[in-house]
């Protein structure tokens, strides 16, 4: 056996997730919108997806509802863009999916000015496409709350986002068109 990696990707490091799913072909159609690539690597109850750009291994484990739940819950994942173009070929491509999405511009999070949309997954992980406008700012509410959320949260008019964070609580009504 080799000690060098056999696995290539740009940078030294990489981000590695994994997540359980309840359904592994809802997930995967998902991920390949969000991160427009393909698998990698595809067996019974199980995907990998290792885009380039963003460099990230991203493996996706179907379990069942008490499997997942023993393991514990997640805040939210995000992929940093460079550009506010980028973010808009985000929610045009998360649309045009048929996931509901959330929409910041120029919004004060975790002391920086972001663009930014929200995504929810199949099983409710919720996903940022975001790009830094201006990297470090004042930031009174995430000083007091700890956590960042859109203007207008507070308002009963602003409907699908959480109490906490501002993302979508769930997926559309309706499944996103099949492909």
């Known amino acids: 056996m080799s000690e060098s990696p056999t696995v290539d990707f740009p940078g030294k490091q990489r981000i590695h997730i994994a997540l359980d799913v309840k359904d592994i072909e809802r997930s995967v159609e998902f991920y390949s919108m969000l991160l427009v690539c393909s698998p990698s690597k595809r067996r019974p109850r199980y995907a990998k997806f290792e885009p380039k750009d963003p460099s990230i291994n991203l493996a996706l484990n179907e379990s069942s509802g008490e499997q997942a739940a023993s393991r514990g819950v997640s805040a939210h994942f995000g992929i940093q863009v460079k550009s506010v173009a980028e973010v808009h070929q985000a929610i045009e491509r998360f649309k045009a999916s048929g996931y509901e999405t959330i929409t910041e511009e120029a919004t004060t999070c975790c002391y920086a000015v972001q663009d930014k949309v929200w995504v929810v997954d199949p099983d409710g992980h919720r996903w940022e496409v975001f790009v830094v406008l201006q990297a ?44």
């Open 136 to 179: 470090d700012v004042k930031d009174e509410l995430y000083a007091q709350s700890g956590c960042c959320s859109p203007e207008g949260s507070d308002s009963p008019d602003v409907v699908g986002l959480s109490a906490t964070c501002g993302v979508p609580q769930n997926r559309p009504a309706a499944d996103p068109p099949a492909s």
